[in-house]
Nanobody, 123 residues
Framework: QVQLVESGGGLVQAGGSLRLSCAASGRTFSLYVMGWFRQAPGKEREFVAAIRWSGGNTYYADFVKGRFTISRDNAKNTVYLQMNSLKPEDTAVYYC????????????????WGQGTQVTVSS
């Protein structure tokens, strides 16, 4: 089992920045990929970014390229999502996910999920 705990969400003005953290515990040695997804009210959960646990290869949704950066600290079993130039449309609950497959934007390919952290961007 793997447990994921997100933190770092909050309220920020448009153009501002936030850094989300996802601390993993449990059988983290078996993980292959960590990802961030988000879900706005009335919308489906959508892929934001992913990173290979070893090697550090990163993958992004087109709408965050150049604004968001995913990174990991293997020693701390933590994955980060640095979000810059935030827009009101980035408002959503952000979820951390972990899995054993190749990095993918498909939520069902991830085996573990955190509880989510709210990000609200005001205009």
């Amino acid at each position: 089992q793997v447990q994921l705990v997100e933190s770092g969400g909050g309220l920020v003005q448009a153009g501002g920045s936030l850094r989300l953290s996802c601390a993993a515990s449990g059988r983290t040695f078996s993980l292959y990929v960590m990802g961030w997804f988000r879900q706005a009210p009335g919308k489906e959960r959508e892929f934001v970014a992913a990173i290979r646990w070893s090697g550090g290869n990163t993958y992004y949704a087109d709408f965050v390229k150049g604004r968001f950066t995913i990174s990991r600290d293997n020693a701390k079993n933590t994955v980060y999502l640095q979000m810059n130039s935030l827009k009101p449309e980035d408002t959503a609950v952000y979820y951390c996910a972990a899995g054993f497959s190749m990095p993918t934007s498909t939520p069902t390919e991830y085996a573990y999920w955190g509880q989510g952290t709210q990000v609200t961007v005001s205009s």
